[in-house]
């Protein structure tokens, strides 16, 4: 079971936490520093498995249409090698002694692979157990331990981390203690992880309501503030009814094909001559909960609400944890199961993925609040990422456009939400989120500053960035797949996200006036060294990272190959 590390050590972090917190009354910083120990335990046990399982991970098979031959892996060596499908010769343009030749050399070959299979017979003994623990696997029905799960588990917790660094930072103004916080941050990383480790419909559906349930508690949590009732009462109400399309259409899966499964599912959609009614209805009903989750039109009108009532290190985790967990679980169903190969529901998540990456780009043209502004381009950014899931049959390339253009954009929001959350406090009505407010943010935050508009440029996709890199992929995908509408849409809403991305770098760097029309006596840069704490390292951290994968992006690539699924 140290697959599962990942989760029992939040379990018991949580555990940890919950005790501490109504038996021995610990304060803020203290839950806060439970918090972090737990959440890096988790870190370090999820980095230790994918580190020692992508050296045995089964190797992907790469199907694209230009290029179909398979990947050999591991287990298959133990395999003896037969003449007949050694190797295929023209007979009328070889010589017969070339044949004697190549037949001599198959001869050679056999009794060679004879002699591999007697030592790694004799090896076997000693060296199956310690090798098969760390193998990709499925941990009962309802689980998968590879290097593709542990990945994502990885940006989650480190996500998680920089959260808990920015609440501290948020509420250390109020006297008031806010461990209860923190416990509901461990309860909702629990939910992502499972989510990412679920291959069973169930898991699946318990890992959402685990991630879903504990924004609920999060989004309302200061509740002085002024939207955050009526945005937890929109998540709520709405996030309820999405589950309940997710649930029927699962029921409705179940009934057709018999299996729960991902790899159940993917062996029964493949055998099925057509698609029944029955089934076409299920996947329509769960494409209506996954729709809410990841807040693709038309199930996008509650996000922008819910993003300028949370506070902003909320707002940091719907934006990344809250879809990226979902994302990565539907993209291994998808790389499983066949379900674009149907030719309506192809065009349903085309339709979507066009009218999302549209609508978020116009949207956000005529925002003021920067939360609002992020919540119109994080449809828009999903909208783009769907292009990776209608062209899944391109396994390795899809698999490598999600992993970089996810990092990129998880880097980014970090460095402008956690700026944001830093420039702003709990004792106040609203978060610092309006462009009048961070106006001229450079002359008082320098370095802040250079992070945000470094984030900005990555969003926008701007080039020495991560976010070009995975821009450049994804357009590479679609042209690769013929998906010429949605290719058009990413260089249409490219160009569109260009012009409020700028728009609001420009505002950080400009100088603050006062009403007489003349600079405030006190507008020059300052920079203190001590003022930089462990938030400031992280963002500063961030945004250096961001610009390195846009500079070098082949480190990124070789850890987004190393994550490979299980296919079987």
């Known amino acids: 079971m140290i697959a599962l590390s990942s989760i029992f050590v939040l379990s018991i972090a949580i555990i940890v936490v919950l005790f501490s917190l109504f038996v021995f009354k610990i304060s803020t910083k203290g839950c806060t520093i439970l918090t972090i120990c737990g959440l890096t335990c988790a870190l370090a046990c999820s980095a230790v498995v994918g580190y020692k399982i992508s050296f045995n991970a089964q190797a992907i098979a790469d199907i694209s249409s230009d290029n179909m031959q398979l990947s050999v892996s591991v287990s298959d060596a133990n395999k003896e090698l037969t003449p007949s499908t050694e190797e295929t010769i023209a007979i009328d343009t070889v010589s017969t002694d070339d044949v004697d030749k190549q037949n001599e ?95 069973h419909l169930i898991a699946f559906f318990i890992g959402i309501e685990l991630l879903s349930i504990p924004f609920v508690g999060l989004i309302g949590y200061q509740y002085t503030q002024t939207h955050s009732l009526e945005a937890a009462v929109k998540y709520m109400i709405l996030s309820a009814i999405a589950s309940v399309f997710l649930l029927i259409g699962i029921a409705f899966y179940y009934a057709t094909t018999g299996e729960l499964t991902f790899s159940g599912l993917s062996y029964q959609l493949s055998t ?30 509650w996000l922008p609400d819910v993003y300028q009532g949370a506070p902003t290190v909320v707002a940091l985790l719907l934006s990344t944890v809250g879809k990226v967990a979902v994302f990565c679980a539907i993209a291994r169903l998808f790389l499983l199961a066949p379900i674009v190969n149907n030719e309506t529901i192809r065009i349903i998540l085309v339709i979507m993925a066009f009218c999302s990456i549209l609508w978020g780009n116009l949207l956000a043209l005529m925002q003021s609040s920067l939360k609002r502004v992020l919540a119109y381009s994080s449809i828009a950014h999903f909208g783009y990422l769907f292009t990776a899931l209608i062209a899944v049959q391109y396994q390795v390339l899809a698999l490598e456009t999600i992993g970089v253009y996810l990092i990129g954009y998880i880097l980014a929001n970090i460095c402008i939400l956690g700026t944001i959350s830093l420039d702003s ?41 991560a976010g070009f890199v995975g821009r450049f992929l994804l357009v590479l995908l679609g042209v690769t797949a013929e998906l010429w509408w949605l290719v058009a849409a990413v260089v249409i809403g490219s160009a569109l996200g260009l012009y409020f991305y700028a728009r609001l770098i420009i505002n950080l760097y400009i100088k603050p006036i006062n009403c007489n029309g003349k600079m405030l006596s006190g507008a020059s840069i300052k920079l203190k060294w001590t003022n930089i704490r462990i938030s400031e390292l992280i963002i500063v951290l961030c945004a250096l990272l961001t610009m390195l994968c846009g500079i070098y992006p082949k480190w990124l690539f070789n850890l987004v190959s190393m994550a490979q699924y299980l296919t079987t």
């Open 425 to 465: 406090h709990s004792d106040e009505l609203q978060d610092h989120e309006n462009e009048i407010d961070l106006s001229g943010l450079f002359w008082r935050r320098p370095i802040l500053a250079l992070a945000m508009g470094i984030g900005f440029l990555s969003l926008a996709g701007t080039p020495l960035t």
């Open 105 to 199: 050399n198959i001869d050679d070959n056999v009794n060679n692979s004879k002699i591999d299979k007697t030592n790694i017979d004799a090896n076997s003994n000693t060296d199956n157990s310690s090798i098969d623990e760390w193998k990709a696997h499925h941990i009962t029905a309802l689980f998968t331990c590879d290097g593709y799960g542990l990945l994502y588990t990885s940006l989650i917790l480190m996500i998680s981390i920089a959260v808990a660094c920015f609440a501290y930072r948020w509420f250390r103004q109020e006297k008031i203690h806010h461990g209860l916080f923190y416990l509901i941050l461990l309860f909702m990383t629990l939910g992502g992880v499972t989510l990412l480790y679920a291959s």
């Open 272 to 301: 099925m001559t057509y698609p029944s009614t029955l089934l076409l209805m299920g996947v329509c009903l769960m494409l209506v909960g996954i729709g809410f989750k990841l807040s693709l039109v038309p199930f996008q009108l």
